[in-house]
């Protein structure tokens, strides 16, 4: 499967965004699909994830309550609402996807264990 992440841009602390990841294909919806993020000088980190159906996720403690990662299988498409972003959200966002969602969010937490990774997005937030 093929990733191509967009919807990155400026925005001042407190604001919206929303990513979107349009993926090539008809087994999009046999994927586990995720979010990461790397932002300057720093590991690419692990922010959220959604498995085949939507029906479960996984959130990173420092975006939850803020961030909300859902799929439409039909229009074969990941997004990422982000909402009342800070400085720190500030890095390139990566969509990825995975064979298997798994049973702890600790599988996402190893970036080797993505299957398939996006181009990635810009995000910068400032304050």
Known sequence: VQLQASGGGLVQAGGSLRLSCAASGRTFSSYAMGWFRQASGKEREFVAAINWSGGSTYYADSVKGRFTISRDN???????????????????????????????????M??????????????????
């Open 74 to 108: 039909a229009k074969n498409t990941l997004y990422l609402q982000m909402n009342s972003l800070k400085p720190e959200d500030t890095a390139d966002y990566y969509c990825a996807a995975r064979i298997t969602f798994g049973q702890n969010m600790g599988v996402w």
């Open 110 to 127: 190893a970036t080797s264990g993505v299957d398939y990774w996006g181009k990635g997005t810009q995000v910068t937030v400032s304050s």
